[in-house]
């Protein structure tokens, strides 16, 4: 049976989520069960409590066995020019065709809720590993827009100071942003994401040029506060490429977990192949190491298509992903898993 939830169904979840098939925190293998639950049931509670938030469960013998939760993005939508939502939660307690089964009635619901309240899109992420959850967002008609890798430094493990960084490149400079690098940076953002593959220029219903709009909002935002350093690399006198960074976030500090974020990055292209994304990335970590001593970690993320910055591939297979060329997607990622591969062995 499908009912309602709102933030007394906090007091019903607090038992049911160590039989859900969600991993919390994933990218945390260190943490233990207790650590995790508390973050989730934190998560939940924060979401349950939006103004916009729609959530639904699935209730057999008055236990929850599956439950979806969904809140507005008025970010995105000041943006797109759209009504915009994200599924924040997720879950269900078996990864199999039953539980596919529930988590598609369960959307099913919601579509519904957002169809009369005029919703346009749905954004919702999920573990690769949780099948039941990809299978029931297939089925209800949702689309795959793109694939983050995250990336985790622990920083308890391993001193940058022993860490083989590239040489940098003698004339390379690199500072704090000022407000008056702005200008700069959004320059560099129409160049780099112009041609971007990612999730927002993925989706066929958002134009190239909006798509790309969001990328400059995003540093706006920084700039505003939202991010916590900026850096910038400087070559021959020009800003050359530029990082965004965050402190733990409310929810991390409250756990006590010691979190960084390296958010967003970009590089003009007439000055790649310079080590800039190293170096920015190498000024950066000093300045979490310092922000979250003792110990902490740094969380960044790439998109599965950017193969070139998690493994340098050879000249021959760097011209074929970044070619213009009209060679099929799927012919371009073989070849860079055999690369892979190669490197693994």
């Not at 919390?24 to 938030?53: G, K, M």
Request: charged share 25%; hydrophobic share 45%; with cysteine.
């Amino acid at each position: 049976m499908i009912a309602r939830l709102d933030v007394t169904a906090i007091h019903d979840l607090r038992e049911a989520p160590p039989r859900f098939t969600h991993v919390p925190l994933a990218y945390l293998p260190h943490l233990n069960f207790e650590q995790r639950l508390a973050y989730w049931l934190d998560e939940i509670s924060q979401s349950l409590a939006e103004e916009t938030s729609i959530a639904f469960g699935w209730f057999v013998d008055g236990r929850i066995d599956g439950f979806i939760i969904y809140a507005d993005s008025p970010w995105d939508s000041r943006i797109i020019g759209r009504r915009i939502g994200t599924v924040k939660h997720f879950a269900v307690t078996k990864d199999d065709p039953e539980g596919a089964e529930i988590l598609r009635e369960l959307t099913s619901e919601l579509t519904q809720a957002l169809t009369k309240r005029r919703t346009e899109c749905v954004v919702c992420r999920v573990q690769s590993s949780e099948l039941a959850a990809i299978h029931a967002l297939e089925q209800s008609g949702f689309l795959l827009m793109d694939t983050l890798l995250d990336f985790v430094f622990d920083f308890s493990r391993t001193p940058i100071e022993k860490i083989r960084f590239f040489e940098r490149d003698g004339q390379l400079k690199i500072r704090p942003a000022k407000v008056t690098d702005l200008p700069a940076i959004i320059e560099i953002n129409e160049k780099s994401f112009g041609n971007y593959f990612g999730r927002y220029h993925a989706d066929p219903q958002i134009p190239a040029s909006t798509a790309t709009t969001i990328y400059t909002e995003w540093v706006r935002s920084a700039f505003q506060g939202w991010a916590d350093w900026i850096l910038v690399a400087e070559l021959d006198d020009q800003i050359a490429a530029y990082g965004l960074w965050r402190k733990p976030l409310g929810i991390e500090e409250k756990n006590c977990l010691r979190v960084a974020h390296y958010d967003l990055a970009a590089i003009d292209p007439k000055f790649r192949d310079r080590g800039l994304w190293t170096a920015l990335m190498h000024d950066g970590m000093l300045i979490a190491r310092n922000e979250l001593a003792p110990g902490g970690y740094l969380l960044g993320y790439l998109n599965a298509d950017h193969l070139a910055i998690a493994i340098p591939p050879p000249d021959t297979l760097m011209a074929l992903i970044f070619s213009h060329a009209p060679i099929p997607r799927p012919q371009a990622f073989l070849a860079a898993f055999d690369v892979i591969a190669q490197h693994v062995k």
